[in-house]
């Protein structure tokens, strides 16, 4: 589980030229924020939106949200340290819900699997992609993150493999 924070803004795809090029752009910095669970195994996804702030509140509505999809089997999340993921009632409610949360290490986002599928999110659909307002913009954030399971799945499949780089001799360089 993580939030994703994506800014109503251009997000260059990559841009080489000998002209000068001008990219449209609206004023102000709205965001969009995607607070989401992903199924490490079937990559299902389960979300929360909103264009405020995500809190202690969001994270409860996620809970509330897993645990009604009544899998059978007992639900270990996967957090980062974030401060509103670590509260009392955030805990409390996972307690009652019994779900379990697990926290990464800190400085550790490569260890969750969700932030693969914000990166696969901001190159299909924002990058080199002008979106005239902020309706459209979540549109297309919307739009991608349901299509997880359709369009995208084949290719997803491959960015959201459970093969993650492991050190085995590691050495700490004291001087």
């Not at 004023?27 to 989401?36: P, S």
């Not at 809190?55 to 996620?62: D, F, P, Q, R």
């Not at 980062?80 to 509260?87: E, F, G, S």
């Not at 491959?158 to 780089?165: E, P």
Request: charged fraction near 15%; glycine fraction near 2%; aromatic fraction near 12%.
């Amino acid at each position: 589980m993580d939030a994703a924070h994506f800014v109503l803004a251009p997000f260059l795809g990559m841009l080489w030229c000998f002209e000068r090029v001008f990219i449209p752009a609206l004023a102000g910095r709205k965001r969009f924020n995607v607070l989401g669970a992903l199924h490490a195994i079937t990559h299902e996804l389960v979300t929360v939106t909103n264009d405020t702030y995500i809190n202690a509140a969001s994270v409860c509505e996620l809970l509330h949200r897993l645990a009604a999809l009544n899998l059978g089997m007992p639900i270990t999340l996967v957090l980062n340290n974030a401060r509103y993921q670590k509260c009392y009632v955030v805990q409390a409610l996972a307690t009652a819900l019994q779900i379990e949360l697990l926290y990464l290490p800190p400085y550790s986002p490569n260890l969750n699997l969700i932030e693969r599928l914000w990166k696969f999110v901001k190159k299909k659909c924002l990058y080199s992609t002008y979106h005239a307002n902020f309706t459209d913009f979540t549109r297309a954030v919307s739009e991608c993150l349901a299509q997880t399971q359709t369009l995208y799945k084949k290719e997803l499949d491959t960015w959201l493999t459970l093969r993650f780089q492991t050190f085995k001799k590691s050495q700490l360089m004291v001087r």
